[in-house]
């Protein structure tokens, strides 16, 4: 038999964890999940033996946090996608001032 309370509290943990790192990406602030991975990797293997009852009374918190990570998921890839937009905007600025910048100076493509 499994300590089925346990197991729970670790899925509310995990869930808990989950929501939070989605507040703080919201607010622009850094994560580390550095944990989170190894935690539910941990918790999955644990989670694959139980069976009967057990697994009814986990079903709930366990698509709980499958939800918030798959949220967690789609809000990094748009956060990733809106930073390479970001970055490509500020390299072809650069790269426009450095070509009128080296024209200026005679360094640029008609300055040769």
Known sequence: M??????????VYLTG???AARRRLKEGQLLDLTSLDER???????????TGPERQTLQAAF?????????????L???RDSTMTEISAV?????????????ATGGGARGR
């Open 91 to 103: 390299t072809q600025r650069r790269r426009a001032a450095g070509a009128y910048g080296g024209a």
């Open 63 to 75: 698509l709980a946090l499958v939800g918030e990570l798959n949220l967690l998921e789609a809000e």
């Open 77 to 79: 890839k748009t956060s």
């Open 40 to 50: 539910c990797a941990t918790l999955c293997t644990r989670l694959e033996s139980i």
């Open 2 to 11: 499994t300590d089925t309370p346990t197991l729970v509290g670790e899925l």
């Open 17 to 19: 964890i989950t929501e």
